[in-house]
């Protein structure tokens, strides 16, 4: 299974970006779709995911209200619509996936997840 993220760049605050995970190897119909991120000297912290067995959507809180997750079932692809972005939303972006579906209570933690992207570098100038 591979993951490969795209879509980041240099923007200005309060652009947008869309990012792009696509995933091959393996079609994933129920397995939860997430976005982490590692800003520099920081932990790696929860951006959004979405849990495909129902549809529910799951945000930080940072970026609730901003950023916007959803899917592509028939490309096995999922996407982040990032809106009003600011300098600190500058980080890696990494793309998630697992085997297998997911508790709602783990959704957002990285350990559960077994496959991830490369990352993708966005950066948003002040």
């Known amino acids: 299974v591979q993951l490969q993220a795209s879509g980041g760049g240099l923007v200005q605050a309060g652009g947008s970006l869309r990012l792009s995970c696509a995933a091959s190897?393996?079609?994933?119909?129920?397995?939860?779709m997430a976005w982490f991120r590692r800003a520099p000297g920081k932990e790696r912290e929860f951006v959004a995911a979405?849990?495909?067995?129902?549809?529910?959507?799951f945000y930080g809180d940072s970026v609730k209200g901003r950023f916007t997750i959803s899917r592509d079932k028939t490309k096995n692809a999922w996407y982040l619509e990032m809106n009003s972005l600011k300098p600190e939303d500058t980080a890696v972006y990494y793309c998630?996936?697992?085997?297998?579906?997911?508790?709602?209570?783990?959704?957002?933690?990285?350990?559960?997840?077994?496959?991830w992207g490369q990352g993708t570098q966005v950066t948003v100038s002040s």
């Open positions: 998630a996936t697992r085997n297998r579906r997911i508790v709602t209570s783990a959704i957002d933690r990285a350990g559960q997840y077994d496959y």
């Open positions: 190897g393996r079609t994933f119909s129920s397995e939860p």
């Open positions: 979405i849990d495909t067995w129902n549809g529910s959507t």
